[in-house]
T-cell receptor
């Protein structure tokens, strides 16, 4: 069974640009969550999608957005990039949308903003 | 609001030593779930265990064991006879009714280094 796949693995962008990250969940999983990991703030929840609907959103500015497609694949977009957006972005997939569901994580996309 | 605290930022041990990673959590809910994840240098978070708030039985899986104590709001993780391959960052996490969905609140993580 294939795991969670995130693309690209590494990305370098310039301040002011926008970026789109992709996540393909485990087959059959309908929930996709995104997390940002930085040395200073640790792991922080960005948002969660379930059946193409955003179910939950973390405390991030509107520059961070996402969506989920009918095949459960998800993308997150960051517009007007800032240096502080440099981070490891992790995607997690879960079978359903319940708090006891274990989340399986991808290897992440490391974004560097210069 | 929910919170997870891992007071140990870094731990260094010699191979074959036992090591315990501490985790203290805060939540107002009576129903919640606690998790441990391992993050090797590759970056992927690897699921280790899930425990619900109604099950205080300790669990052992090979060299790993977990001690859940509601009275002290702690969910500690012990590695017995540590090995170099155990070197990684370990995260404790919480999911409760207040957060909804499968959203996880993570602790700061503990960097474990096992030296040969």
């Amino acid at each position: 069974k294939a795991g969670v796949t995130q693309t690209p693995r590494y990305l370098i962008k310039t301040r002011g640009q926008q970026v789109t990250l992709s996540c393909s969940p485990i087959s059959g999983h309908r929930s996709v969550s995104w997390y940002q990991q930085t040395p200073g703030q640790g792991l922080q929840f960005l948002f969660e999608y379930f059946s193409e609907t955003q179910r939950n959103k973390g405390n991030f500015p509107g520059r961070f957005s996402g969506r989920q497609f009918s095949n459960s694949r998800s993308e997150m977009n960051v517009s007007t990039l800032e240096l502080g957006d440099s981070a490891l972005y992790l995607c997690a997939s879960s079978p359903g949308w319940v708090m006891n569901t274990e989340a399986f994580f991808g290897q992440g996309t490391r974004l560097t903003v210069v | 609001a929910q919170k997870v605290t891992q007071a140990q930022t870094e731990i260094s041990v010699v191979e074959k030593e036992d090591v315990t990673l501490d985790c203290v959590y805060e939540t107002r809910d009576t129903t919640y779930y606690l998790f441990w994840y391992k993050q090797p240098p590759s970056g992927e978070l690897v699921f280790l265990i899930r425990r619900n708030s109604f099950d205080e039985q300790n669990e052992i899986s090979g060299r790993y064991s977990w001690n859940f104590q509601k009275s002290t709001s702690s969910f500690n993780f012990t590695i017995t006879a540590s090995q170099v391959v155990d070197s990684a960052v370990y995260f404790c996490a919480l999911s409760d009714e207040g957060t909804s969905g499968s959203r996880l609140t993570f602790g700061e993580g503990t960097q474990l280094t096992v030296n040969p």
